[in-house]
Structure formats: C-alpha cells, structure tokens
C-alpha cells in the first residue's frame, strides 16, 4: 500500500521567513511520481510540481524550491523569502505505476499561515 | 481552455437527505476522479472513469453513494441517504491520458455539510 506522511499539521511563519513543509513517502513501486499541491482559501487544488522517481535533481521555480531524497523517501518543498499570498494549506501526494497505484494518494496536508 | 467545474461550491443537508454533485471535465479529457477530504484528514480517492466505464471504484465508502457518467462528459456523484460522517470537500479531476505521467486538474471541490 502507498502512504505519504505530513508530520506538519500547521506552521505559521512571519512574512519574508523561509519555511519548509515536510513530506515522506512509502511505496513498493519502482517507478511513482510525486507532487504538490496548494489549496489557498478560496478552495481549489493547485498544482506546483511533479517529480518522477528517476530524477533526483532538485528544483527551484523562483522562491519555491523541492529536495526530493530517494534515500530517505522525502520530497520536502521550501518556500524563500515567504509571503502572505503563501497561506494555504499544502498537500504532498503519490502516485505509482503498478496495478491499483494509479491513483493518487495525498497527505493529510499542513496548513501554513504567513504573518504580516 | 475552462478548466475543471464543480456544482454546487456548497451544499447544506440534513442527515436521510439526498444530494446530487456535479462535475464538469476539461473538454477531452477522458479520464475523471472524484476524491474527497474529510475535515482534518488526507484527500481520499474515491472513483476513477475511463470515459463512461468505471476503472476503479475501489474508493467508494459503501453503496450510499453512486457515481455516473453518462456519455463520458460530466459526471455526478449522488449521496443518498447523506449521513453525518459524509460531510466533508468532494473534488473532481480530470485528466488527458491515464499514465502517471499525465496530470491531474482539479475543480474547486464542493463543501457537503450533512447536519
């Protein structure tokens, strides 16, 4: 069975902070992609990212940046400099590519809130 | 390109009542998922359709809840009767081609509220 573990439920940041949400993972899939995704308050699930399990160069896309460790099962996601358009809740998710894997499988998601 | 759509945004009922969601895909997009989150927990998937079969349903919490798609458009999932324990936001996805690979876009979610 896929897991994916949020071990952060809520983390508030002073604005210009840099932040990071952690996420672990558990599969038996050799091949799997990872993603994350932000749910600001207005409700939607925004995509950001997705990394498949062969590529573990990181990835910066201006104050975001991912550190995805094969070894350790981690695909964490941090936020420079944040801001207080930055508060949402974030979910990190799986998906595999074995039988019955197909389909996503989130986290609990960590609620992050920005201070001004 | 209109992305994902779901109707209503909110809904309010009482337990024993029936309540019909909605979702529209992107246009051309095959594949459709419902997942649900229950207040505090992980987004759950639910089902998937291939157009109008069901691929997976193995999300479904029990025979209370109906999925259809007729056609391979939009789809809706009825609740009937709604119990207290299925309040929560149902999301609907799409996506192009099935593989991990392709991306999922997802709608706004309804808020179901069962009182």
């Known amino acids: 069975a896929q897991k994916v573990t949020q071990a952060q439920t809520e983390i508030s940041v002073v604005e210009k902070e840099d932040v990071t949400l952690d996420c672990v993972y558990e599969t038996r899939d050799t091949t799997y992609y990872l993603f994350w995704y932000k749910q600001p308050p207005s409700g939607e699930l925004v995509f950001l990212i997705r990394r498949n399990s062969f590529d573990e160069q990181n990835e910066i896309s201006g104050r975001y940046s991912w550190n995805f460790q094969k070894s350790t099962s981690s695909f964490n996601f941090t936020i420079t400099a944040s801001q207080v358009v930055d508060s949402a809740v974030y979910f990190c998710a799986l998906r595999g590519s074995n039988f019955g894997n197909e389909k996503l499988t989130f986290g609990t998601g960590t ?6 | 390109e ?7 945004s909110h809904s309010v009922i009482e337990k024993g009542q029936t309540v019909t969601l909605r979702c529209d895909p992107i246009s051309g997009h095959d594949n459709l998922y419902w997942y649900r989150r229950v207040m505090g927990k992980e987004i759950k998937f639910l089902l998937h359709f291939v157009k109008e079969s069901k691929q997976d349903e193995s999300g479904m919490p029990n025979n209370r809840f109906l999925a259809e798609r007729t ?16 309040s929560g936001v149902y999301f609907c996805a799409s996506s192009l081609g099935q593989g991990t690979n392709s991306p999922l876009h997802f709608g ?8």
């Open chain 1, 111 to 116: 609620r992050l809130t920005i201070i001004p």
């Open chain 2, 2 to 8: 209109a992305g994902v759509t779901q109707f209503p």
């Open chain 2, 71 to 86: 056609g391979g458009t939009y789809s809706t999932l009825k609740v009937q009767p709604a119990e207290l324990e299925d």
């Open chain 2, 108 to 115: 706004n979610g309804t808020r179901l509220t069962v009182t």
